[in-house]
């Protein structure tokens, strides 16, 4: 199994048109820093996926990590959010998923370093339940660490306005937390 990186051209329409088509969430353009892969088995094409900025403010993310404001503004940039992972309805491959995952943690610190010059030191996600009990990040070893309060990037409102999600960490190193608090 490998990972692709996606870039412009062909490639990158027919990941969007994936995404779009067959993706819950559907497509919307990432923001910011990013990296979008194929999954191939050989020449088979498996599943997409992608990594993007982290979430600017995430309260049970920042009390696990033990920031205070100062280190969260000036290390946000070393948290990469799997914003997108997405298996093709039609492969069916029992653990595929938690392989996948293990394989994007391995690759994506160097792939990250090479196009931005920064080595990220944690994964965060966001698991919409009850609609997927992230079963596949529990698998791969990702951290149950609570959930969002379901307000969203931009709200000005003190209520849930959107979905509660789970949220799972992925650190990439042993020593995140002395590498995130900097």
């Known amino acids: 199994m490998r990972l692709q990186p996606v870039s412009a051209g062909p490639a990158s329409r027919l990941w969007n048109e994936y995404i779009a088509r067959y993706h819950y969430l559907g497509y919307t353009p990432l923001a910011g820093s990013q990296m979008r892969y194929n999954v191939f088995a050989g020449?088979?094409?498996l599943a997409l996926i992608s990594f993007g900025a982290s979430a600017w403010k995430l309260a049970e993310r920042d009390r696990f990590i033990g920031w205070e404001q100062a280190q969260r503004e000036r290390n946000l940039?070393?948290?990469v959010n799997n914003a997108r992972?997405?298996?093709l309805p039609w492969i069916q491959s029992k653990?595929?998923?938690?392989k996948?995952?293990?394989l994007a943690a391995r690759q994506l610190p160097n792939d990250w370093f090479a196009r931005y010059c920064l080595r990220p030191a944690l994964l965060e996600t966001f698991v919409?339940?009850?609609r997927h009990r992230g079963t596949c990040y529990k698998a791969a070893n990702w951290i149950h660490v609570?959930?969002?309060v379901g307000r969203g990037k931009k709200s000005t409102v003190h209520h849930p306005i959107?979905?509660?999600k789970d949220i799972w960490l992925y650190p990439l190193r042993k020593d995140f937390r002395s590498v995130l608090a900097q």
């Open 162 to 164: 959107i979905p509660i």
């Open 85 to 87: 992972f997405l298996i």
């Open 43 to 45: 020449e088979q094409l």
């Open 146 to 148: 609570g959930q969002t």
């Open 95 to 98: 653990g595929l998923a938690s």
């Open 100 to 102: 996948i995952l293990a």
């Open 128 to 130: 919409e339940t009850p």
């Open 77 to 79: 940039q070393l948290i």
